[in-house]
T-cell receptor, first 108, second 113 residues
Framework: KNEVEQSPQNLTAQEGEFITINCSYSVGISALHWLQQHPGGGIVSLFMLSSGKKKHGRLIATINIQEKHSSLHITASHPRDSAVYICAVGQGAQKLVFGQGTRLTINP | DAGVIQSPRHEVTEMGQEVTLRCKPISGHDYLFWYRQTMMRGLELLIYFNNNVPIDDSGMPEDRFSAKMPNASFSTLKIQPSEPRDSAVYFC???????????FGSGTRLTVV
């Protein structure tokens, strides 16, 4: 079993829909990262969480340390949100362990 | 700050040639990481440094791979000799132990033919 599991692996939705991507992990962590990667593109850090909830624009990330679970939400989804979203966990500033990624496609 | 800078962006080389990838981390960051991304295996850690010292190189595939960090502002990943199975996107990232902030470079897409 992978240390970091994401679901779903693929998600297709219509523009405007509310999107949720889930991440569960089995190791002790000090921080969880949500990353975004557009096709053929680099990796952008969206959020770093150690507790609670963070919001940036239409993106919201939550984490439940006790349940070892995090969610990434996108409100009013748009075709430009189409990308691979990667959950990664780490100890301090040290190496990250990555989930397999969720490929999100938003159709107009 | 310009972020983590990697060069080259793309590299096409013939099997058996030496390849050198370069990375300039964000100033002040004390950790530097080399990751490799492939369709089959996703993102995997190759090696990371703390204050220029290699900490964990267990992800380096074999002796053909080597990495150095001669100073806080520069690191290289070298593959010699290169093989077609080394074709991948190689990402450099840096982080700061003070706030765990993590920044990735734009990656180097390596194709070995």
């Amino acid at each position: 079993k992978n240390e970091v599991e994401q679901s779903p692996q693929n998600l297709t939705a219509q523009e405007g829909e509310f999107i949720t991507i889930n991440c569960s992990y089995s190791v002790g962590i000090s921080a969880l990262h949500w990353l975004q990667q557009h096709p053929g593109g680099g990796i952008v850090s969206l959020f770093m969480l150690s507790s609670g909830k963070k919001k940036h624009g239409r993106l919201i990330a939550t984490i439940n340390i006790q349940e070892k679970h995090s969610s990434l939400h996108i409100t009013a989804s748009h075709p430009r949100d189409s990308a691979v979203y990667i959950c990664a966990v780490g100890q301090g500033a040290q190496k990250l362990v990555f989930g397999q990624g969720t490929r999100l496609t938003i159709n107009p | 700050d310009a972020g983590v800078i990697q060069s080259p962006r793309h590299e096409v080389t013939e099997m058996g040639q030496e390849v050198t990838l370069r990375c300039k981390p964000i100033s002040g960051h004390d950790y530097l990481f080399w990751y490799r991304q492939t369709m089959m295996r996703g993102l995997e850690l190759l090696i990371y440094f703390n204050n220029n010292v290699p900490i964990d190189d267990s992800g380096m595939p074999e002796d053909r791979f080597s990495a150095k960090m001669p100073n806080a502002s520069f690191s290289t990943l070298k593959i010699q000799p290169s093989e077609p199975r080394d074709s991948a996107v190689y990402f450099c990232a840096s982080s700061f132990s003070g706030d765990y902030g993590y920044t990735f470079g734009s990656g180097t897409r390596l194709t070995v033919v």
